[in-house]
């Protein structure tokens, strides 16, 4: 697993108006190989998601669905995001002139090419494909 995955490019393949050929490929590679996360992903995506609800974008099916099949990828979470945040991933945010954000997306251990600024078996393929096409 050497991808790193952001929400911006998870949301985009959330939503069908949003998704191009870059984030099919994208999210290809997460269903084969898995990815990882900063850890506040999963709070970032379902506030996203959230705030849609919110504002009539989708509905809460859509975000149940949306989450669920989610959950179905080798999706993890990085475990030193938290540890390293006000030492190496403020070091590094200063040394790039970075935001926090993206320093700990570049920092994320074991994790060397990140998907930034936008997991798997053939069962999460089929769901996670399935589930994009019917509810984008």
């Known amino acids: 697993m050497s991808l790193v995955l952001d929400s911006s490019a998870t949301l985009a393949w959330i939503y069908s108006d949003e998704t191009t050929d870059s984030i099919r490929a994208l999210f290809d590679q997460v269903i084969d190989e898995g990815a990882i996360v900063p850890a506040l992903w999963k ?10 609800v919110r504002r009539r974008r989708i509905d809460v099916e859509f975000r149940r669905a949306a989450l669920a099949d989610l959950a179905h990828l080798d999706i993890s979470t990085d475990q030193h995001t938290n540890g390293h945040a006000w030492n190496d991933t403020l070091h590094l ?5 970075l935001s926090l954000y993206d320093a700990a997306l570049s920092g994320t251990r074991a994790a ?25």
């Open 43 to 52: 709070l970032e995506v379902a506030n996203s998601l959230t705030v849609a």
């Open 93 to 97: 945010a200063d040394r790039f002139r």
């Open 112 to 136: 060397p090419n990140a998907a930034s600024g936008h997991t798997g078996s053939g069962t999460a393929r089929s769901r996670a494909s399935g589930r994009h096409q019917n509810l984008g």
